[in-house]
């Protein structure tokens, strides 16, 4: 306790004195007749650049201001090792406690300094992002998992492949895997949230229906909001099919990616219809919404020319064990039906 008195929840002392380099200051908010008070106390950590050096000359006050730079820096370690967590398990199939779910939680606003980090760690093993994916576009599922927004990961050229080129895909390199069937942009140009479908379909140089493979690394497909983004959107892999010029055919292509139907079958039983008005009203929508959260991301990019975009299960996510053969039929859409066998 600093001097053994409690104070009230958002009030600091302005300056703490500390006897050493090796201690700093924490506080913990304790509930008491009815009102929040916060004690502090001193836990051994390393001090930041500028403080650690004033400690090591003697200096043994912080101002405010050092305490806040000294809670970032501590805010910046969590994070950088969240992100080495999720980086591992998405890298080993393995599952984890959700990171909401500790005693320090997780933000949503948080989650998504996370997800440069993961980028970086992908990136630092040779890996070379491609474009991003949309997750939880479906509003007829969020009730399901918990989740009541979409949220977006980084797709890379080790989990992209085209469906011609890929007989079999083994199910040993994801937690939980889940198939969920997905119209896939390529992006000619940079969308911004303010364009109209006209200008916004302008943006994209083909499209095709694909299947993204999706798992959780966190155990019975439990998380918050904050936790899939972490994981980076729950991606796993994302197969291609043959894919069409929209240019050629942009006002039919507009007028059919809000209307069509599609099948989701399994060993030849039909085991979910979707729509495309399930994903925030048709797949251009959800581009639209795509381009409107990175606009508010200082910390990550926002699309771009070349980038490829996975807009959101059409259909309800469903479990999926090697052996299995997996099609998708869309109707009212002038694009092909696609296939896989998992092993």
Known sequence: MHGGIPRLAGQRHPKTFVPFGLWRPLSSPVPMNGQSLTYSFFVRCRWPGPI?????NGVGHLTSKELTQMDQGESAEALKAIAAEA????????????FSSRPRGLSVGDAYRVTPLVRQMYEAGGAKALG????????????QYGVFAPIWGYVFDRTVHDLAAVETLPLSLFSEPRI????????????????DETALSSCIAWVAL??????????GWKFSAADTVAANGVHGALLIGPRHPFAPRAAEWRRTLSAFEIDLNCEGRLIDRGHAANVLGGPLSALRHLAGLLA?????????????????????AMPIVPG???AAAPNGIALDAIQLRFI
């Open 180 to 195: 969920e069937p997905e119209i896939v942009f390529g992006l000619a140009a940079a969308p911004s949230a303010q364009m």
């Open 324 to 326: 299995e053969v997996w």
């Open 296 to 316: 508010s991301e200082p910390l990550n990019p926002p699309l771009a020319a070349g980038e490829i975009v996975s807009t959101g299960t059409l259909t309800k």
């Open 210 to 219: 694909g299947f993204e493979i999706v798992q959780s690394i966190y155990p």
């Open 132 to 143: 991003r994916k949309i997750g939880f576009t479906n509003r007829t599922i969020w009730q």
């Open 87 to 98: 980086f591992a398990a998405l890298g080993n199939a393995r599952q984890i406690p959700p």
């Open 52 to 56: 650690a050096s004033g400690l090591a």
